[in-house]
């Protein structure tokens, strides 16, 4: 089966006993780009990521990565698919190689001291690749991890929350390591709280909101949903954080296009020390 779309989900049911999470989610993620899945915290987010995973089934509707479908064939999606969950698979007591050169060697992969070499170099590891992994910044631990998803070239991957906790400077290498992966035609798709993440990083964005997409299109046709705001003859244009404000609170309350606020955000950012 080929298809333009590394990922194409429809109808996605999910429920956690009484609470229906999942309404009916539909979207797609074209091959080659950089999807933003946005939403706040117990949207569903993780459960439409694990049931693309393979990890969760869904209640009713059709997950399909990579052209196979996640139910009928979730050998063919796990072997396509690289997944990078909120919490690292690094092993600190392992350096930043040697932790490459053992998923390397798991995955029966030819040349894996190369293959560590090149991950490193790529993700700007190469100074730190002899350190024990324990002494990485949470930024150089990300990217370490984000590198270890990357072996053996899986043409999709999936970031669940890339940047949480981590700060300001360590975002930034995050987000240029999963640039770095779309300029290598990787598709990604990521999901974030964070608004100007999904703004700088991708191709189209979706926000999930009580079970369902509510919205879903590139920045540019999502500020089209606000009008730009007149001050003075100067135009300012709407933040994508004025957006998701205005069309979540619209839907929750049913009102009209009221700009909430932004709300503080408050970085966990957990300093780990062996
Ligand atoms: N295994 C589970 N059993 C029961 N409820 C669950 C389970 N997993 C998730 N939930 C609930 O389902 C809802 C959606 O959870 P999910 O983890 O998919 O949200 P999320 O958008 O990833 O949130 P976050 O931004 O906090 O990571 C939440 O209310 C959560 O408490
Ligand atoms: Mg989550």
Do not use: C
Not at 210 to 228: C, D, F, H, M, S
């Amino acid at each position: 089966m080929s298809t333009d779309a590394a990922i194409r989900v429809r109808g996605l049911e999910k429920s956690y006993k009484d609470l229906h999470v999942l309404r009916g989610v539909d979207f797609d993620v074209a091959t080659g780009s950089i999807f933003a899945l946005l939403g706040s915290n117990g949207a569903g987010k993780t459960t439409v990521i694990r049931i693309l995973a393979t990890l969760l089934k869904a209640d009713a509707g059709t997950a399909v990565a990579n052209g196979f479908d996640v139910a009928a064939q979730p050998g063919e999606v796990r072997e396509s698919i690289s997944l990078t969950g909120q919490f690292a698979a690094v092993d600190e007591v392992l350096t930043g190689r040697e932790n490459l050169v053992l998923v390397a060697k798991l995955r029966h992969l030819e040349n894996p001291g190369g293959i560590a070499d090149d991950l490193l170099a790529r993700f700007a590891l190469t100074d730190a690749g002899g350190r024990r992994a324990g002494t990485y910044s949470g930024g150089m631990r990300r990217r370490l991890d984000i590198a270890m998803s990357l072996i053996g070239n899986p043409p999709l991957i999936i970031l669940d929350e890339p940047t949480t906790g981590l700060d300001p400077e360590a975002r930034l290498e995050v987000w240029g390591a999963v640039q770095e992966l779309a300029r290598g035609g990787t598709t990604v798709l990521l999901t974030t709280q964070y608004l100007d993440e999904a703004e700088q990083l991708a191709d189209r964005i979706a926000i999930l909101h009580e079970g369902r997409i509510i919205v879903n299109g590139t920045l540019a046709e999502l500020k089209q949903l606000l009008p730009p705001a007149k001050v003075e003859y100067v135009e300012k244009q709407p933040s994508l954080e004025e957006i998701f404000f205005a069309v979540v609170g619209n839907r929750t309350t049913g009102a009209g296009a009221t700009v909430a606020a932004p709300a503080a955000e408050t970085d966990t950012t957990r300093k780990e020390r062996s």
